[in-house]
T-cell receptor, first 114, second 115 residues
Framework: KAGVTQTPRYLIKTRGQQVTLSCSPI?????VSWYQQTPGQGLQFLFE???????NKGNFPGRFSGRQFSNSRSEMNVSTLELGDSALYLC?????????????FGSGTRLTVV | DQQVKQNSPSLSVQEGRISILNCDYT??????FLWYKKYPAEGPTFLIS?????DKNEDGRFTVFLNKSAKHLSLHIVPSQPGDSAVYFC??????????????FGKGTKLSVKP
């Protein structure tokens, strides 16, 4: 079966712009989580969605937001981009929420802010 | 303050020998632990997990050991193969039996298995 699909794979944006990243979970998976990976901070949890509701949120400013659609697809948005937002953004899906169900990660979207 | 620490940024092992990757944590509320492997340009791949009610879990060549009193877990790979060369991440979550979805990751250990 198809894995977690993230689009686009690469993105270059200018400081101050906004960006939307997309994630299609594995078919049948209803929980989607987002993570940011940077060389300095490593992998950090952004948010988790289940049944179109945000279940958990990490310690990120309000410029970072997300949503989940009825088909479980998810998007995350970053407004007023800063240079420090340059990172690999990873989406993960699982059948149901919770680490015990295991998470399958996509290959990520590499965002570069210039 | 890092709640999950992988103190060895890198590890080099000969093919066929044992690889031991270590992870320490500080949050006593962590109840579920996972190991992921990551190749360049790919997302992390789940390897093995363990609940706090166990002290060992095996899956083929991979075994995870948990020492709750020491707040320490380790991943053993036996025998190591060149294809195991990757970055390994330790992750933890609160909530009984992994009911919480937000994973706290260590910064990873880069394993190199030499033929």
């Amino acid at each position: 079966k198809a894995g977690v699909t993230q689009t686009p794979r690469y993105l270059i944006k200018t400081r101050g712009q906004q960006v939307t990243l997309s994630c299609s979970p594995i078919s049948g998976h209803r929980s989607v989580s987002w993570y940011q990976q940077t060389p300095g901070q490593g992998l950090q949890f952004l948010f988790e969605y289940f049944s179109e509701t945000q279940r958990n949120k990490g310690n990120f400013p309000g410029r970072f937001s997300g949503r989940q659609f009825s088909n479980s697809r998810s998007e995350m948005n970053v407004s007023t981009l800063e240079l420090g937002d340059s990172a690999l953004y990873l989406c993960a899906s699982s059948l149901l929420p919770g680490a015990g169900y295991g998470y399958t990660f996509g290959s990520g979207t590499r965002l570069t802010v210039v | 303050d890092q709640q999950v620490k992988q103190n060895s940024p890198s590890l080099s092992v000969q093919e066929g020998r044992i690889s031991i990757l270590n992870c320490d944590y500080t949050n006593s509320m962590f109840d579920y632990f996972l190991w992921y492997k990551k190749y360049p340009a790919e997302g992390p791949t789940f390897l093995i997990s363990i609940s706090s009610i166990k002290d060992k879990n095996e899956d083929g060549r991979f075994t995870v050991f948990l020492n709750k009193s020491a707040k320490h877990l380790s991943l053993h790979i036996v025998p190591s193969q060149p294809g195991d060369s990757a970055v390994y991440f330790c992750a933890a979550s609160e909530g009984r039996g992994g009911s919480q979805g937000n994973l706290i990751f260590g910064k990873g250990t880069k394993l190199s298995v030499k033929p």
